[in-house]
């Protein structure tokens, strides 16, 4: 399947099935979206959901439909594996352009969410295990099973509309039930829901809201073996929400810390919450207690070093952080004038003479060549002018290369065991960073680095 029909599949699988409750209400422009003349638009009705995509996709915007039809039966299990299976197999067997993919979805979604007993239905074969053909891929009823899951919890929790063919009704037992049977699914299935649970949302959240919030908690306890699967739901819910519950904030932090995720989560919730110095006790715990993993514990800094107020951030970093957190330096350079206040510290610790392993670590997330090219020549700490060189080199854009190749090779030049050595490590990887620059190959600086390059390679062998 070409990528442009691909393309076409999937977009009009978000937008044909946000039409089941409607058709459009105001035309998208063309540089937002797709356009399409559709019976019904301008009808006036006020009635509308926006469907947002993660990958920054232009919100829907969609009215009620026009006509009305009569709810309909539930299906026989055959039939519904049927349905399940056409919903499924959309990618490939979908033609046409956007409009008609767009009323094939419609038609073929409508068949496995409406009445809600449909979908109930359809998660209980997929945790049965009758849709599954094969373990290790998804078959196409699974997939209908899945986008039907997701994609009619968001329409049916928009409840009913006028003139609309969807028969809503609470759709929360039926996630609640998917949660509870998914450790019977196989991983290919639940990997599709967490893609779809991220990819879709209304206005009224995602496939996965605040109500779960206890439940999901309570499965990942139960099923050690699904952590993972159970944190990444836990953390789209702790995302969306403004607050969550303290009390489960400190279950998460004071119970089983094997999570980076949600310990990065739950410090930033508090946060934001205002609960800064009860946030810092809690890192801090976890900082100084034994056994902390390492993931755990850039977890907890990188949550102080993007949340926490900024002077407390930098004084907690400076005395938790190590050599090659990059992920907490840049926590801290990427804040709003957050690399304005590291580079003031920086300096503080030049003038009080402090050891370099710290300056190193805040001078890794600065992205100013300027400071850089500084840092590297006066920095009194090898260390520090070689993380300098790095970073610097590694600027998307070096607008004098030859500067900092003289650096490297003076650097590089020093004799070995001199405390102004730089690693031969170190050096190779600046040393790329220069031929990536693109300069052509017979340029005088590229045979330089070229030549630095083959001279590190000799001392190495």
Known sequence: MNERKRWLVWGGLVLGVVALVGWWSQPVPASEGVTADLPGKGSGTDTSVSLVSEQGAAPVRIADLASETEPEMLLGDEDLIAALRALGSLDENTGGGELAIERRVDELTMAVISPIGRLQRAVELLTEGRLTEDPTLTSAPERGAVRGLVLGTLLHRHGQRSKSR?????????VCLALEGAPTWTPAVRDQLLHLANACATDKG?????????LVVELRALHPDLRSFYSELLGFIMVDLPKVDQHL??????????DPLLV????????????AQLAMGLARALLVGEGTRNRVRVAALSAVAGSAP???????VTEFGRDGDLTVSMALTHRP?????????????VMAG??????????????????????AQTDPAASVRSQAIMSGTGIAEVHNPEQWLDLLEQSVGVTSG????????????????????????????????AQLLEDLLDEAR
Not at 206 to 214: D, L, N
Not at 265 to 274: E, M, P, S, T, Y
Not at 310 to 316: G, T
Not at 421 to 443: C, D, F, H, P, V
């Open 418 to 449: 001199d405390s102004g050595a730089m690693s031969r490590n170190e050096a190779a990887y600046a040393g790329i960073n220069i031929l990536k620059q693109g300069t052509s190959k017979g340029s005088p600086m590229f045979k330089r680095a």
């Open 310 to 316: 900024m002077d407390l951030a930098l004084d907690f």
């Open 264 to 275: 990065r989560l739950a410090l930033k919730q508090l946060f934001d919450q205002g609960k």
């Open 354 to 375: 402090a050891a370099g392993d710290t300056r190193r670590l805040l001078i890794a997330g600065v992205t100013n060549p300027s400071v850089l090219l500084g840092v």
């Open 249 to 258: 904030l400190l279950d998460i932090l004071q119970g089983e810390q094997e």
């Open 166 to 174: 969807l028969r809503a009704s609470s759709p929360e037992n039926v």
């Open 206 to 214: 995602r496939f996965v809201t605040g109500k779960h919030i206890r």
């Open 337 to 349: 004038g957050g690399e304005d206040a590291v580079l003031e510290r920086y300096s503080e610790l």
